[in-house]
C-alpha cells in the first residue's frame, strides 16, 4: 500500500519519488534523467516535452514499467515497480499498461483484429472472447470496416489508432504514448490526438503522452517540461511554457505542471 | 489466432526464405535418410542373396588355387555338417568364343537340393538336374539376356578346360544370383576322361551346417580336417564372404555419413543465420512485444518453435521423398535383376524417426542461438537500439 493510500488521501495514480536513471554507453556514463519527483491523478491526459534527449523516453519508460531507476522509486497503481523482476514486471504491463510508439509496429502478417487482440493472449482468455474484445477496440477507434486488413494497407493513421485500439484492448490503468504524433501527417496527428483524448474523456483512462508537436498541447490537461534530464519547475516551467506558446500562435495552453 | 498461429504466420512472412530454407532441410534430410537405408539395404541384400548355414570353403592360397575334390566328401562326414558340394570354375564361352559372359560352374547335382534349400528351384527342375547328365540350371538374368527357355539347348565351349559341352536347360534360378549357370559335375569329368584328363578338384567346397550355432564349430573342424594338407584351408558363411566384396562399399558408406553429419552441420548453421536474420528484421516487433508483456519465455518459446515448426515440416518433406524415392526403385527394381538388390534399400519406420529426428535437431539447435539472444535483452535496451 502507498503512503498517500495510508494517509487517508485519495492516491495519485503515479508517483515518482527521487527517480533517477544513469546509464553507460561506451566508456561514457549518461545521466538520461536526474532526481526527478512528481505525482500524477487518474483520469488524466498529460504529455511530456522538451529537447531531444532531455529524458522524456526514460521517464516514460520507468513509468511504465520498461524500465527500471537507477535510483529512487516509482509508484503506478499502488505498486512499487522496483519490487517486480523483469518477467513480473512484463507481467505487470501486460495488465496495466497500453503502449502506443512513434512508429506503430504492428505486426504485418497479422490482419488488424489479430495485432489488436495480440495483449489478449498474454490472458486465459478463449479464442472468441480475445477476437470479440479486438472488434470492439477497433470500433472504438472507427476502423471497424479494416478489421480484416493487414498493415501494409493502412494508412500511416490507420496504422496508429490499430496501435492505439491494441493499448486499449486489455482495459489497462493507463495508455502510454512515445511520440504517437511523429510519423504523422498533421490530420492524422489531430485525428490521433483527439483519439487519445477521448479515451480519457470516454472511458476514464489516464494517458501520458511524451510528444515534440505543440499541436498536443490542445488536447492535453497537464504539460512537464524537461530538459537535460531535469523535470523543469517554478520559473524555468513557465519559461519553457511560454515558448510553447509562441511556437502553438499564442492560443491558451494547458498550465505546466512540475 | 493463438500462440501457433502467430508461429505460422511469422512463417510466412517471407515466403521465399522459408522455402529455400526449408528446401535446404529438406533436402539434408533426404540424403541422410537414403544413405541411412544403406547399412540395412546391404544387410537384407545378404540376407536375400547368402545365408549364414553355408559355408565356403576355398584353398587358404586363393580363390583361384583348388582343393583335392576328396575334401567335399570328407567335409560330409564332419558332425554337425548336413551336407557338402563341390563346385568348379568351367569358364564356359557362349556364342563368342574366349569371352566368358556370365559365371558357369560345374557342381555335383544330387546336392544341389540339400546345400541350396533356400533358392527355391523347382522340384521338376531338380529331378531333371539329377536325371539328365547334359541338364543345366541357369540364372533368371542369363536366361532374359539370350532369351533362353527351360528345354532350349546351348552349346558352351570352356576356356579353362578341354571341352564343349551341349547343354539342356532343364531348371531357371529365380534368385538374384540369377547369372549363374550350373551344369552337372559328372558330365564335366566324362567329358574330361574321354580326353585322358580327371576332374579330381573343386574350387569352392559348399557346406551346409545343420544349426547355425554350430557354424563356428564345423569351419573349425573343416580348418583342423586340412590343416598341414596339400591344400589348406579357409572357411566364411556365405554371409561374410559376399559381405566381403561389400567390405570397401560400407567403408564408403560411412564416410557418405561423416559427409553427411557434416552437410547436415552446414545446414543447421545456414537455418541458424536465416533466424538470426529474421530476428533481425524483427527486432521491433520484438521489442513491442516485450513491452505489451509477453515474457522472455515466451518470446524465446515463440522464436524456438518458428524455427523447429519449418524444419520438422521441411523434414516430413524429405522423409516423405526418401519414402516415394526408396519406394519407386524398388518398383523399378522389381522388374530389373541387375537393379534387383535396391529393392532392399527401404526407408522404414526407424529411418523415418532418424530423420524427423534429425530435422527436429536442427530446427532446435538453429533456432537457440537467435532466439535467447532476442529473448534475454532487457526490453528498453532492445527499445533504445530499435527506435
Known sequence: MSEASAAGAAPPLIRLDRVSRWYTRGVDEVHALEDCSLELGSGLFAAFMGPSGSGKSTLLNLISGIDQPSAGDVWVAGQLLGDLSEDELAGWRAQHVGLIFQFFNLVPVLSARDNVALPLLLTDMPRAERLHRAEIALRVVGLEHRIGHSPRTLSG????????????????????????????????????????RQLKEEFGKTVIMVTHDPRALRFVDQVFHLDKGILLEGDEARRAHDALELAAGGAPLPAPGG | MGYFGLVLANLRRNQLRSLLTGGAIALAVLLVCILLTMPAGLDALLNRIASNTRISVVNKAGLVYPMPYAFARKFRALPGVEDAMAQVWFGGAFEQAGRVTFPNFAV????????????????QGLADFRRYRDGAIVGRGTMRKYGWKVGDRITLRSTV?????????????????????????????????????????????????????????VMLRIQELTHNSEAETSTQTEKSFFSSFFGSLEGFVTILMIVTALVSLCIVFIAGNTASMAVRERAGEIAVLKAIGFRRSAIFSMLVAETVVLSVLAGGVGVGLAALLTRVLREVAAGSEQLGPLGGFIVNQ????QGLALSLGIGVVAGLVPAWGAARKPVAQTLREVF
Open chain 1, 157 to 196: 493513421g490507420e496504422q496508429q489508432r490499430v496501435a492505439i485500439a491494441r493499448a486499449l484492448v486489455s482495459d489497462p490503468d493507463l495508455i502510454v504514448a512515445d511520440e504517437p504524433t511523429g510519423d504523422l501527417d498533421a490530420r492524422n496527428a489531430e485525428a490521433t490526438l483527439g483519439l487519445l
Open chain 2, 108 to 123: 555335383e547335382a544330387d546336392r544341389v537340393e540339400s546345400v541350396y534349400p533356400d533358392w527355391n528351384i523347382s522340384p
Open chain 2, 161 to 217: 578346360w578341354p571341352a564343349d559341352l551341349d547343354l539342356r536347360i532343364v531348371a531357371e534360378l529365380a534368385s538374384d544370383r540369377a547369372q549363374i549357370l550350373w551344369l552337372n559335375w559328372e558330365y564335366l569329368a566324362q567329358a574330361l576322361k574321354a580326353k585322358g584328363r580327371s576332374l579330381g578338384i573343386a574350387g569352392i567346397v559348399w557346406v551346409r551346417v545343420k544349426d547355425p550355432k554350430d557354424v563356428n564349430s
Open chain 2, 350 to 353: 526407424a529411418v523415418m524417426i
